[in-house]
């Protein structure tokens, strides 16, 4: 019974490049959440999807970040042209439903822009 | 807008010295309150949640509590192993359900 797996676990991008994360739920979950962890910073909420739907995308930065978790496959958080203030861990959980408060959070992406 | 201070930032104890961790939130209107445990290049694990002042909570050497505007995590004869961040979070009702706001953490070390 796997957990969230989150690939790669470590990407390093130069600036201007394209950083694609992706994230697998729980076998049988269908709700998907990011969370972006900034060095010295807590957790701070990101993106919430369903399978083919955005729910609520309240904390992603308006430009160069998209996210998206297709009919088939996993979840892929987006950010292009990276700069060096993207570096942080991010974070994917998924949940059974939408009132499944106790998430199960991956293992998460490091990205490091240079 | 919802927040969440932990203190402290960090705690080291030896092992058998039990001590308690501090989560003070200010929220509009609460759905829940979140503890998690994280490890160095892991993602937080699920420990706790707590809905109402009152409430406690156990597992193992942890214990949970919660008040209307903190929660503790009491740590009773910790063991090397229960070295981690300990994470707190919360839930408002006018932000859904999806929405956890978290702290800062609390960088737990037992020594032997």
């Known amino acids: 019974n796997a957990g969230v797996m989150q690939n790669p676990r470590h990407l390093v991008r130069r600036r201007g490049q394209e950083a694609r994360l992706r994230c697998s739920p729980m076998k049988g979950h269908s709700h998907v959440y990011w969370y972006r962890q900034l060095p010295e910073e807590g957790l701070k909420f990101m993106v919430y999807?369903?399978?083919?739907?955005?729910?609520?995308e309240s904390g992603m930065p308006k430009e160069r970040f998209s996210a998206e978790f297709p009919k088939e496959g996993p979840s892929i958080l987006r950010i292009q042209q990276v700069v060096r203030g993207d570096s942080a861990a991010y974070f994917c959980a998924s949940s059974r439903k939408d009132r499944d408060y106790g998430y199960t959070f991956g293992s998460g992406t490091r990205l490091t822009v240079v | 807008e919802d927040q969440v201070t932990q203190s402290p930032e960090a705690l080291r104890l030896q092992e058998g010295e039990s001590s308690s961790l501090n989560c003070s939130y200010t929220?509009?209107?609460?759905?829940?309150l979140f503890w998690y445990r994280q490890d160095p290049g892991k993602g937080p694990e699920f420990l706790f949640t707590l809905y109402s002042a009152g409430e406690e909570k156990e597992k193992e050497r942890l214990k949970a509590t919660l008040t209307k505007k903190e929660s503790f995590l009491h740590i009773t004869a910790p063991k090397p192993e229960d070295s981690a961040t300990y994470l707190c979070a919360v839930q408002a009702v006018n932000t859904g359900f999806q929405k956890l706001v978290f702290g800062t953490g609390t960088r737990l070390l037992v020594s032997p």
């Open positions: 999807l369903q399978k083919e739907n955005i729910i609520d």
């Open positions: 929220v509009s209107g609460l759905r829940g």
